[in-house]
């Protein structure tokens, strides 16, 4: 989602602790994808779903982006007989993901002399979003092509999709697939691996939203398969997105309660619940849109003292492979570790909190105890490295959106080494705040790197002198 891949826009733990027990998350996942299709579902250009839909490819007015952002489009301006007819929301609702993060930002200081997070935890959790989106650049989302195998060969019914009972029926599905599968991510550990990512952020931030897994999409397109049963593929493709974009505005701390509201809907109180560490907090607050899900099915907590964010054992590291990847190198080590073919199956479909003799979500009382003396990890840089990552960070970001817009244009060399780049850049970055000792000498091989794509053409220099240089 970025967001479950807002991933179109732009907790588990340390190896040396017991196996992580489930953090919270929100939503989502902020995902990459809505690929044109045509009517049958397979790949159409671009140019084919201007011509059935030229509204499709026009940017939403500024009333929309907001409502959207909040689920409150109405089903007679967002339904859609085929695919290619959806517009892309999430990557749309980019201007409005950096416009509400401006205000929080802007309110934060006003309302508590501060900013809303910090910035080494800000760039990681921007990090860990471009690197879920990549895969999107080389094939399409399997959230949309398991759904249309489905639809094609085993649907039961075909509902009309310019029903509002279709429309509300379907925000209801992936609402209710939504807490199933974000409750299967915290309950079973090797699902556990890939959403640990996004808890593991100390702070609690619009930025948050961002913090993405690459790995999750590949276990939550199952818990809305059901759906392709008897809704179409055009509707699903709506509300999926709908679904992500509204989980963004929650992660924030600068909103309270909201009354009345907090009763029926997924909130910021109801989802820093989630994402706490506290032992109040754990496995608690699943919901995506409704929060009458949790109330349903047992698993609601209302907020209660001061929230502690992240993973119950932080992991301590900015740099993003650490981030996506460190729950999975343990599993791997624990199941190895662990005798007998039971226990083994154990480790990778029990709670993240399971050991043998345990219940299958562990024990609450090994969670560690928050006592509000917690401090974050935070990176130790001087101003001045502070300035140069931030600057590296916003050109990589510029090669990404340009990399992204032009896909269909560039080769497939080009596009790898693209990818290769922004993920050398980030990896350089995560070294450069942790202070690894070999940060200098990537960060030196980096910039090599950046000059020889330059100079074959593969990446466009932004300033013309370089353009000039690099031709000598």
């Not at 691996?193 to 609690?204: F, K, L």
């Not at 399971?354 to 928050?370: F, Q």
Request: include cysteine; charged fraction near 15%.
């Amino acid at each position: 989602m970025w967001p479950k891949n807002p991933s179109d826009a732009l907790s588990a733990g340390d190896s040396s602790f017991p196996p992580e027990h489930h953090q919270h998350s929100s939503s989502s996942l902020y995902s990459l994808w809505l690929q044109p299709l045509n009517h049958k579902y397979s790949p159409a250009g671009n140019q084919a779903r201007a011509d059935m839909n030229p509204e499709a490819q026009q940017d939403v007015s500024v009333s929309q982006g907001i409502r959207m952002m909040f689920y409150m489009m109405k089903p007679n301006e967002t339904s859609f007989q085929t695919l290619e007819e959806v517009p892309d929301y999430v990557k749309q609702a980019t201007p409005f993901f950096i416009s509400l993060m401006l205000l929080e930002l802007v309110v934060s200081w006003i309302l508590k002399g501060k900013a809303p997070g910090r910035l080494d935890d800000a760039l990681t959790s921007m990090s860990a979003g471009i690197l879920s989106r990549l895969p999107s650049l080389f094939s399409r989302s399997i959230e949309l092509t398991t759904y249309i195998y489905i639809w094609e060969n085993y649907r039961l019914i075909n509902l009309p999709w310019d029903s509002p009972w279709t429309w509300y029926l379907t925000f209801l599905g992936v609402d209710f697939g939504y807490y199933w599968f974000h409750r299967m991510a915290h309950e079973v550990n090797i699902m556990w691996a890939g959403h640990q990512t996004h808890h593991s952020s100390e702070d609690y931030n619009l930025s948050t939203a961002l913090r993405q897994s690459v790995f999750q999409i590949y276990t939550s397109w199952i818990f809305y398969s059901p759906l392709a049963l008897f809704i179409p593929p055009s509707v699903y493709a709506v509300h999926l997105q709908f679904n992500l974009l509204y989980q963004f505005w929650i992660h924030t701390e600068i909103i309270n309660n909201l009354g009345p509201l907090e009763l029926i809907l997924n909130t910021p109180s109801h989802h820093r619940v989630h994402h706490g560490r506290n032992r109040y907090c754990i496995d608690k607050n699943y919901a995506g849109v409704l929060i009458i899900w949790d109330r349903i099915f047992g698993t609601f907590e209302a907020e209660n003292e001061k929230v502690a964010y992240g993973l119950t054992h932080p992991i301590n590291t900015f740099e993003p492979f650490m981030v996506q990847c460190h729950h999975l190198v343990y599993i791997w080590t624990t199941f190895w570790a662990t005798p007998g073919f039971f226990n083994k199956f154990s480790v990778l479909f029990k709670g993240p909190g399971w050991s043998p003799g345990k219940p299958r979500l562990g024990l609450s009382e090994e969670i560690p105890e928050v006592t509000g003396k917690e401090v974050p990890f935070s990176s130790s840089v001087s101003h001045l490295l502070r300035i140069y990552v931030v600057v590296q960070f916003a050109l990589m970001l510029a090669f990404y959106e340009e990399t992204f817009a032009d896909k269909a244009a560039l080769s497939q060399v080009t596009l790898l080494l693209r990818v290769c780049f922004i993920i050398l850049t980030l990896t350089s970055i995560g070294f450069l705040l942790d202070q690894r000792p070999k940060a200098a000498v990537l960060e030196t091989f980096r910039c090599l790197v950046f000059l020889m794509l330059c100079r074959f053409g593969h990446l466009k220099p932004f300033t013309p002198s370089l353009s000039f240089a690099l031709e000598l």
